[in-house]
């Protein structure tokens, strides 16, 4: 029943985004939480039977509250260029974001792509579940109560519920939890 | 970041129940489904750094129709002795299906534990996810459509929201699906 060695590898797509605390472009706790139960819970050292694709979904105006804000003078959108360049800042950011998760597969001679696409998270990650057909998806979960939920929603029950592959979502420890849910 | 070998493995635990269709005790092709997926797309040719633990869990009067039916004269129910035949018989039955699942992890060479417990599946693998703590839960599912779940619920998805550890729901493929839902 097991594959036998020679097959093609299981992959694995992740989702990973950035954390909203101050310093980017780092990866948020829950994704890197994701990624590294991923290496450690199923990868383990059978490092060629798996390969990972690595999405990052970036929102086009996440980051309109900094840009905007009064104390970085370089955001104010004067001019079609202030944009054009708020899309490179962001397209750097991501790319950095991406480096740390590929430097860590290269590190442990996992096999990955990694790519970045601009839109809603969660329609984003099941858009590209269809298109890219892994074997499953990983998304991290940043374990809302109720009441959270209801304001914030969460990308990884809508992506339990209409990914078509199936999805395991990783809860981060509850130690992890920052104390304002922004900060994550 | 990969787990270094001679760490503990992986545990993962897999809910497998009992077709509906004749011929018992055989599997569901959902809990195969889940079984052979994980087999296939998770430990692949580790076997050494996974184990297998399955959960069967027994609906206590799930086969009373059958048992108290009139084309079956030793399934009436007229004594204590009766009741105390019935659980034996289910605990044959299940120990049977469970001997599918061990027999195929023992020829693949993968470490399991198998157990029966008696309940309502989706409360009782919950529980037992809160008492064993297996690194992830896989269950199959039927991939009712949403007319049937309203009527028929799902495990799959109850366990996806209330168990205590990641969730791995594996729909089955559509050329699975038997056509009437009741012979699943």
Redesign the interface.
């Known amino acids: ?5 020679g097959t093609a590898p ?1 992959r694995i797509m992740v989702a990973v985004n950035e954390s909203t605390l101050k310093g980017y472009p780092h990866a948020s706790i829950s994704s890197r939480g994701a990624f ?2 991923t ?9 060629s ?1 798996f390969k990972l694709l690595l999405l990052h979904v970036q929102v086009p105006d996440e980051d309109d509250s900094e840009l905007i804000g009064f104390d970085d003078v370089d955001s104010i959108f004067a001019s079609p260029e202030d944009f054009r360049t708020m899309k490179r800042r962001d397209k750097i950011r991501g790319l950095h974001l991406l480096e740390y998760f590929v430097n ?1 597969c290269h ?2 001679g ?1 096999a990955c792509e990694a790519w970045i696409k601009i839109g809603d998270p969660k329609e984003v990650i099941c858009h590209e579940v269809n298109h890219v057909q892994p ?2 998806l990983v998304v991290g979960s940043r374990g809302l109560g109720p009441f959270q939920k209801v304001f914030v929603g969460t990308v990884s029950e809508f992506c ?1 519920k209409h990914a078509d592959c ?6 981060r420890n509850a130690s992890q939890t920052p104390q304002d849910p922004v900060d994550d």
Chains 1, 2 share one sequence.
């Not at 029943?1 to 060695?5: D, G, I, L, R, W």
């Not at 199936?166 to 809860?171: C, G, S, T």
């Open positions: 029943m097991a594959a036998a060695e299981t590294d139960w290496l450690n819970k199923i990868v383990r050292t059978n490092t039977d860590h590190e442990i996992v074997d499953f339990v199936p999805v395991m979502a990783i809860k």
